[in-house]
């Protein structure tokens, strides 16, 4: 209350104590509540990579008051898109324009898995003042890919949000994040996160492709399975569209219970009751329409929701004989 009422040279004395505040402990103030928004607009990032999550959060960070400074895409058109779905309006640079990149607080790498080491080469060309800070955000990758940027002096971590964003308005809030790197990366890190209305944890960095297989189980190869069944009803004589309704709810209550159940306790189904014949009908069907992926997810996932269920030796034994 006492800074809203300071008259405006104590005001500007108050932002430069605060400008050397951060400067003298880095960015790990992007956590701190700051007392008016003309501070606040001081923390600048950098978006490099202005596709699918990279927009989502250079949205979310720009309505929490984060100033997006710049946005890269490999092509100049889609920064220039991506840059016209933000309040503020970023100065937009093409992959190969990085080393113009003008001075920022925090350096968001949001391209390919592939293609972030090349980036971090890029960035590395940039004379900048102050220790930067710099995030992939990789699932699979640790922040050594970053390795070239710590050399110089910067601090680097990844931050990865464990949900999957497929347009620009997909809602972050919520998320669970993996967040990892040096020391000062990881308190900016959680502090981003927080501000973002997620909840960071962490696993060690040599066990994210193992982590990041796993998120991909739950999120890429669930859709790949739900296209599987897709292809099923349309043989079946449903539209796709149609088929796709259908589904949402039986996918929606499976979501639900697994929520709060184990898998064990969430299964239903065929193989939890060891409806025998009912297996035979199934596999039958899918050979006569000669299904072959979803017969080999039939098959390998059946065998799984076995070990789920009390035995049934002898569906075990159908499985195997496909
Ligand atoms: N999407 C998700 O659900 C999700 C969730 C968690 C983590 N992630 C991680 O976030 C990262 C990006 O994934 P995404 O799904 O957002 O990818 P995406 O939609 O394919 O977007 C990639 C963006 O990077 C740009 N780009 C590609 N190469 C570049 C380069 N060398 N320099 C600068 N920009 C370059 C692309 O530009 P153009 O548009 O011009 O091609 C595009 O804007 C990945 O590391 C991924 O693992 C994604």
Not at 13 to 22: A, E, I, K, W, Y
Not at 127 to 155: C, N
Not at 257 to 270: C, I, N, R, V
Not at 273 to 295: I, N, P, S, W
Request: proline fraction near 5%; charged fraction near 20%.
């Amino acid at each position: 209350m006492l800074l809203f009422s300071l008259n405006p040279d104590a005001q500007s004395m108050m932002t430069g104590l605060v400008v050397r505040l951060r400067a003298w402990f880095g960015v790990d103030g992007l956590n701190i509540r700051m007392p008016d928004r003309k501070i606040k607009e001081k923390l600048n990032v950098s978006v490099i990579g202005a596709g699918r999550l990279g927009i989502v959060l250079a949205r979310a960070l720009n309505a929490q008051g984060y100033h997006i400074k710049s946005l890269v895409a490999r092509r100049l058109r889609n920064a220039r898109k991506a840059a016209a779905l933000l309040d503020d309006k970023p100065k937009t640079f093409a992959a190969s324009q990085i080393r113009f990149l003008p001075q920022a607080d925090l350096f968001l790498i949001c391209v390919p898995d592939d293609q972030i080491a090349s980036v971090a080469i890029e960035l590395s060309k940039l004379r900048l003042d102050g220790e930067p800070l710099a995030f992939h955000t990789s699932g699979a990758l640790s922040s050594d890919v970053l390795s070239i940027l710590k050399e110089q002096g910067w601090s680097v971590g990844s931050l990865h949000p464990l949900i999957s964003v497929s347009g620009p308005d997909a809602p972050i809030n919520g998320a669970f994040w993996c967040v990892e790197g040096d020391r000062r990366a990881m308190r900016s890190g959680k502090a981003l996160v927080k501000a973002l209305g997620g909840t960071s944890f962490s696993i060690p960095p040599a066990e994210k492709p193992l982590y990041h297989a796993a998120a991909v189980m739950t999120s890429g190869n669930v859709v790949a399975l739900f296209d599987v069944a897709l292809e099923m009803l349309v043989q079946s004589g449903l539209t796709r569209n149609l088929a796709r309704q259908i589904l949402q709810p039986l996918l929606a209550s499976t979501v639900r219970s697994l929520e709060t159940k184990d898998p064990a306790q969430a299964l239903t189904g065929t193989f939890s009751r060891g409806d025998v014949e009912t297996v035979k009908r199934h596999l039958a069907a899918l050979k006569h329409h000669k299904l072959t992926d979803a017969l080999e997810a039939y098959r390998l996932l059946g065998k799984r929701s076995l070990k789920l269920t009390k035995d049934h030796p002898h569906i075990t034994r159908i499985l195997k004989s496909v």
